[in-house]
């Protein structure tokens, strides 16, 4: 039997390092197109990356997932107690948010009136989840948002335990994840 790993495999740490970057452009992407004026042809354009990227975000948490059961995780180091709880809660939260952002989205582009089809990167279209409809439409379009700035939040707390277990706690915490 090998030993434990002092460190997340290399496949779970590039995943994680690449969603990160692809939900904060996403998020980013999200308000640009939402707040920013744009004739239609870019706004479309804005609107068809962020579906295609929003697919690509649900494949690699399909991918993460698959990843994160199969290696074996380092063991729990830093502070115990309410903290780490508090650590393990915030992932938890950010899984469930890599999930409900995309089929939300791809519940809200259903429900769209416009019902335009979703063509990520044009390669293929996906199948309709819900009959266009304005109030589903609107209602999806306030969760969508709403779970936007929930993962801002996730993401700003995640950010600000990695920093302090980086420069308070100075215990390894950040070296587990980073290359």
Known sequence: MSATPRR????????????AVLLVG????????THGRFDLGTTFTY???HKSFGV?????LAARLGFRLASRRPPDIGPAGWQRH???GVHLAFYGLML???ISGWLMASASPLHLPTRPFDAFTLPDLVSPDMGVFTALSWVHALL?????????LHVAGALKHQF??????????GF
């Open 47 to 49: 609107y068809q990356w």
């Open 86 to 88: 508090a650590a393990h």
């Open 148 to 156: 936007a700035y929930g993962l801002l939040g996730l993401l700003a």
């Open 100 to 102: 409900a952002l995309p």
């Open 56 to 60: 690509v975000a649900l494949g690699l």
């Open 8 to 19: 997340w495999s290399g496949p779970v740490r590039l995943i994680h390092w690449a969603m």
């Open 168 to 177: 308070v706690e100075s215990d390894g915490v950040l070296r587990r994840m």
């Open 26 to 33: 996403l998020v980013a992407l999200g308000w640009i197109m």
